[in-house]
């Protein structure tokens, strides 16, 4: 706390594993608070955005909502039909794998009791596959692929790329990363659009954080948003339990400054 500005920092991940490493836990986040002591200022106007693992999800919920057979099946899906298409940049793969030891979504069986398998969800930017539970499958007229009940995924893991995190800092003239943002804010989730407050980014000024922006929003729709990708970095992280993903840059999303 600091006059009228307070600031929450956290971070840490799910895992069935016993060894887990507290310090350096505890590193990540006091280096989180560092680069928030000083506050930098940011014009609005459409930027390069770096998203850590951790603030993923805002773009991966619209995707799990897209890839849910049952959205499929009930013709509210953007990506129904799209099997086979080319639907992000080619930098982006995705697998859904219930079967990674330790994660929180794994185990050999479905609640349907049908296997777990590992499942490629996006491929080099083509659309491979949806989700599906056994009564969502028998209505499509298709097969299970071990996601009941309710067409959810287990484990996300996104492919890593091969730049990293720092040479993607490094090359980054202008632009913002964002660590975490409140809520969902105003946006249609299926569709992809989304417009958030950023709780906690960092401004990026000739390849370094120069400070914490503040009063800042972040809006796009998330399938425009996987066409632009810049960048991914050569090494991924295991955030919350079940998504293992790298940085990911994507450029020309709209920042909007107070």
């Known amino acids: 706390v600091r006059g009228t500005d307070i600031l929450w920092i956290g971070h840490g991940f799910g895992w069935k594993k016993r060894d887990i490493d507290h310090i350096e836990i505890a590193k990540e986040t006091i280096k989180r608070f560092k680069m928030a002591e000083k506050i930098a200022s940011i014009k609005s106007g459409d930027m390069t955005v ?18 849910s057979g049952k959205n499929v099946f009930l013709g509210s899906s953007p990506l129904s039909g799209r099997i086979g298409e080319k639907i992000a940049d080619e930098k982006l793969t995705i697998i859904d794998n219930g079967l990674i030891d330790y994660m929180s979504g794994s185990g050999k069986y479905d609640g349907e009791g049908v296997p777990h398998q590992v499942l490629p969800i996006i491929e080099n930017g083509i659309l491979k596959n949806f989700l599906y539970d056994l009564d969502t499958a028998g209505r499509a007229g298709t097969k299970t692929t ?24 490094k090359n980054t003239k202008e632009g913002l990363m964002v660590y975490d943002v409140m809520g969902l804010g105003q946006g249609n989730v299926m569709s992809g659009e989304f417009s958030v407050n950023v709780n906690l980014g960092y401004k990026i000024e000739n390849g ?41 840059k994507i450029s020309n999303l709209s920042v909007v400054a107070k």
């Open 146 to 169: 071990g996601h009941g009940v309710g067409c959810n995924p287990t484990n996300t893991v996104i492919k890593e790329g091969n730049i990293s995190f720092e040479d993607m800092l």
């Open 208 to 248: 370094e954080i120069v400070g914490r922006v503040k009063d800042v929003m972040l809006a796009g729709n998330t399938y425009d948003a996987i066409t632009k990708i810049e960048a991914m970095s050569d090494k991924a992280e295991c955030v919350g339990g079940s998504l293992i993903a790298p940085y990911m």
């Open 50 to 67: 770096i998203f850590p693992p951790d603030s993923l999800m805002l773009l991966l919920l619209a995707l799990r909502l897209g890839v």
